[in-house]
């Protein structure tokens, strides 16, 4: 009997640990449960979790594929990575995209950044954690000077009260809402959840608040004015730990016109605020981020938590991370900043990363970069996804689709995707299971991954494909593969010495002892706590250039306007969000070649007035980039003038608009404006189309034929 192994849950960022038992015979996982050793989890793990890392029903990719003739066709390895190579090699710099994701391990986001910043040299280099976090990461370092949430797991029991903002982890992080539910049901607690929409979380509240789609910012300066004109401030802590407080009040609106511009009413605004007087923690999510005003409005949570002295254990300020690895992506992997939150554009740091890294400072590039959505804008020439979707995960994909057939696609992955149809070279990556390093929760927890089962011989782990390309383009930069996970993990940790993000102190010998530690950790027997507060001074010290935290100095009639609102020709609002198997675009939970209509979510009063764009449930979703069609689920849990689609399917970003954040590159995925159209009117207007505008411009997207992918064994095989 093969023996079991421990390891990390690669599905979401709440970081349980698992074990994993490979089947006997063949390649596949006999086992997946949880880790009660585990210190994260004890043993806790979600059903989804386990399911989609035993028996993904996505289906496999098993060996690299070369396009020849508008086919893709089988390749020898050889073959397919000297075409990426001589296709990077064959441009500038900043004309190569890559695209990196929060489903590599650290040791593959700190290999590929090192290659696209300190190799290839280019600033249109980014990864999927962008579409998701930049605005909470933009609010923490202008806040602290920082990124990563102060509070930890271990602050969960200690509040008393729990405000879910924009996010619904019964759905996104079911073992992570256990302990939220079981903290909220102490006496004298509660668990209070803003959303637009009656998730499955706000069923669970005791208090659900509604605002209006994109008056998520109004709502939080709502309730600071409240806590100003109530005296609910800690003016004591305030004093000693902040600044800029005097000013940001000067530039508060009224509660009554702040409740009035978030669509609620003041005694909302009441019982939210006074939720506050008990020690609080404010998660929030992607209903925050996405959104053009996505960083001012986390800014605005981070400044109730300030003014109210929710800072400590027990309260404060906790973003929740989507993808398994994602904090892992923002400390590794040189997209926003260099290893160990290092500043981008610092000579100092700029010098030191170089230096590691043997190679010239000039190489490395001026700045962080556009962002995904402007390296699309940018129209890049090459474009190397690594383990993501664009093609179902960024905004406005038909536009993107256009940028991608234009350009010499690699796609990295596991599974076949919308984004394999139109490359140009595959390249078989090994995914959970499989797979050896480490993975960074939303705590900033550090625990090892090690595979339970073999590949096929045609897939490799994505940190030896990484450096096989980089052994091609820049030499000397990596050891041929292939490579050793703990020796790269030992160079990613060794420049993080003396960082705000220390993980110096961190080794394969002590994760296998420990299992999982939290950084910062810059020696082997320190790991981190609640941050920037020593709990023996009860002293406060932030890495800011006063070692005060920031209140913002956002003014109410200088936000970012919505991009796009409802109006007489696009009457309704469309938002998006996660159901429970919409992780990583559903690649591993739907079948990508044929995924049916989307299913919209819409208040029975919305289809009782456009009846007439229903036919049998079905419905196509219209917005100015695009159109989806659709199945009608009659919910009065969305409110009435809304659309309600999920993330993951890959009609729903057809209608999503591409307008980002202007301080974080992050795009406005949660509102936009779309209308109902009958099948039959959409099918005339269809016919009513000249021929020379009907012909097919979407360009050669074959799919994968059924020879070149292999499905998962079933579990025993």
Not at 119 to 128: C, F, K, L
Not at 522 to 538: L, M, N, Q, V
Not at 562 to 581: K, Q
Not at 645 to 657: D, F, S
């Amino acid at each position: 009997m093969v023996d079991p192994v421990s390891t990390t849950c690669m599905r979401c960022a709440v970081g349980c640990g698992h074990i994993h038992q490979g089947a006997d015979i063949g390649d596949g996982l006999d086992l997946v449960r949880g880790d009660a050793a585990h210190p994260v989890n004890r043993g806790l793990a979600c059903g989804r979790g386990i399911s989609e890392t035993s028996d993904p029903e996505g289906d496999w990719l098993t060996r690299p594929l070369v396009r020849k003739d508008g086919k893709l066709v089988r390749a020898t390895w050889e073959d397919a990575l000297n075409r990426v190579a001589d296709a990077i090699g064959a441009v500038d710099p900043d004309d190569v995209a890559v695209l990196g994701s929060g489903q590599q391990t650290n040791e593959a986001a700190y290999a590929l950044g090192k290659l696209a910043r300190g190799g290839i040299g280019t600033r249109n280099y980014d990864a999927n954690t962008t579409l998701c976090m930049a605005s909470a990461v933009k609010a923490y370092y202008d806040a602290f000077g920082s990124d990563a949430p102060p509070p930890t797991y271990d602050d969960i029991p200690e509040a008393k009260t729990h405000v879910v903002w924009g996010a619904n982890p019964a759905v996104a992080h079911p073992v992570m809402f256990r302990w939220i539910s079981d903290s909220a049901r102490d006496d004298d607690s509660q668990l209070v959840v803003v959303d637009p929409v009656r998730s499955e979380t706000a069923e669970a509240a005791d208090h659900h608040v509604q605002p209006d789609p994109g008056g998520d910012f109004a709502l939080a300066r709502a309730v600071l004015a409240w806590l100003v004109e109530n005296d609910g401030v800690d003016e004591e802590f305030v004093h000693a730990n902040t600044d800029g407080f005097a000013a940001l009040t000067t530039s508060l609106p009224s509660v009554d016109a702040a409740a009035d511009e978030a669509g609620v009413d003041v005694e909302t605004v009441e019982h939210l605020a006074s939720a506050f007087a008990d020690p609080t923690l404010v998660y929030w999510g992607m209903g925050v981020n996405q959104s053009v005003r996505g960083t001012a409005t986390s800014r605005a949570l981070v400044d109730c938590c300030l003014a109210s002295g929710n800072m400590g254990p027990g309260s404060g300020p906790f973003s929740l991370t989507g993808q398994a690895n994602s904090m892992g992506t923002r400390v590794c992997s040189s997209k926003g900043s260099w290893p160990g939150h290092r500043d981008f554009e610092s000579p100092k740091h700029r010098n030191r990363v170089a230096g590691a890294w043997g190679v010239p400072v000039d190489r490395l590039p001026d700045d962080a970069g556009p962002g995904p959505v402007g390296i699309v804008e940018s129209d890049p020439s090459v474009v190397w996804t690594v383990a993501t979707n664009p093609l179902a995960g960024l905004p406005d994909t038909d536009a993107a689709r256009e940028t991608f057939e234009d350009a010499f696609l690699v796609v990295q992955d596991a599974f076949h995707t919308e984004t394999t149809e139109l490359a140009d070279v595959v390249l078989p990556a090994a995914t959970w299971g499989e797979s050896a390093g480490t993975a960074m929760n939303m705590e900033r927890t550090v625990s090892r991954v090690r595979p339970a089962t073999g590949t096929p011989t045609g897939v490799k782990q994505d940190l030896d494909i990484i450096a096989a390309v980089g052994v091609r383009v820049a030499p000397d930069l990596f050891d041929e593969p292939t490579l050793d996970p703990a020796a790269v993990f030992d160079e990613f940790a060794a420049l993080t010495a003396g960082t705000d993000a220390d993980c110096s102190g961190l080794s394969y010998e002590r994760l296998d002892e420990e299992l999982a530690v939290r950084w910062p950790a810059p020696d082997e027997e320190s790991s981190g706590g609640y941050r920037y507060y020593d709990p023996e001074t009860a002293a406060w010290e932030f890495p800011t250039p006063t070692g005060c935290a920031q209140f913002s100095s956002y003014r109410s009639e200088a936000i970012e306007a919505l991009p796009e609102t409802a109006d007489e020709e696009y009457p309704l609002t469309l938002t998006t969000a996660r159901e429970a198997d919409g992780y990583n675009t559903g690649v591993r939970s739907r079948d990508v070649d044929d995924p049916g209509p989307v299913t919209a979510r819409i208040n029975p009063e919305t289809l009782a007035t456009y009846s007439g764009s229903v036919t049998d449930q079905q419905t196509v979703l219209s917005s100015p980039r695009g159109s989806a069609p659709a199945v009608v689920e009659a919910d009065e849990g969305i409110p009435a003038g809304m659309v309600w689609l999920p993330i993951h399917h890959p009609m729903a970003n057809k209608l999503t608009i591409a307008a980002t954040d202007p301080e974080s590159d992050e795009p406005n995925y949660k509102q936009c404006a779309v209308r109902l159209v009958s099948p039959e009117a959409d099918a005339a207007a269809a016919d009513a189309v000249p021929a020379d505008d009907t012909a097919d411009t979407t360009g050669d997207t074959t799919s994968v034929p059924p020879a070149e992918t292999a499905a998962l064994p079933e579990v025993g095989q």
